[in-house]
């Protein structure tokens, strides 16, 4: 399936982002909550069409589940990404993913957004690539599924 991810080349709980304030982070210190990795960029719109979506997902799932928007767009789109963040009201954090859980989650897909939804302990439920009312639809049932 073109959709999987790739072989890890190190433990995805060991894998990072640096959060824009400059903190690292890893999906091993988020255990005991679901997780949605969310890989975008700013000139993305089914990216834009996704976030309402991850933000009502918050809303409803609360403090059970972490959601992380991870930046892969270039260095133009990062210049654009203030204005972004605040016409979509982004609430959750935004980081920059390193490149082994870039290369993992995207294997050969490099369509974005795509978005990995990781369980209570760290175990990969579903990755998507891209948004729509079907994709919506797998993506609750996923993040339904992480929660258990």
């Not at 974005?112 to 209570?120: E, H, L, N, S």
Request: hydrophobic fraction near 40%; include cysteine; aromatic fraction near 8%.
């Amino acid at each position: 399936m073109k959709d999987a991810p790739s072989r890890p080349i190190k433990q995805v709980a060991e894998m990072s982002w640096t959060g824009f304030d400059g903190t690292v982070r890893k999906l091993r210190d988020f255990r005991g909550k679901a997780v949605i990795l969310d890989f975008w960029a700013t000139n993305c719109p089914p990216c834009i069409e996704e976030i309402p979506h991850l933000l009502e997902l918050k809303t409803i799932h609360g403090d059970d589940l972490e959601i992380v928007g991870l930046h892969v767009g270039d260095g133009d789109d990062r210049l654009r990404i203030p204005e972004f963040v605040e016409k979509l009201q982004i609430t959750y954090p935004l980081a920059y993913p390193e490149d082994a859980l870039t290369s993992f989650i995207f294997g050969q897909q490099t369509a974005i957004p795509q978005t990995a939804i990781f369980d209570r302990n760290g175990n990969l439920v579903k990755k998507i690539t891209g948004f729509s009312d079907v994709i919506e639809a797998e993506l609750n049932v996923a993040v339904i599924q992480a929660l258990k």
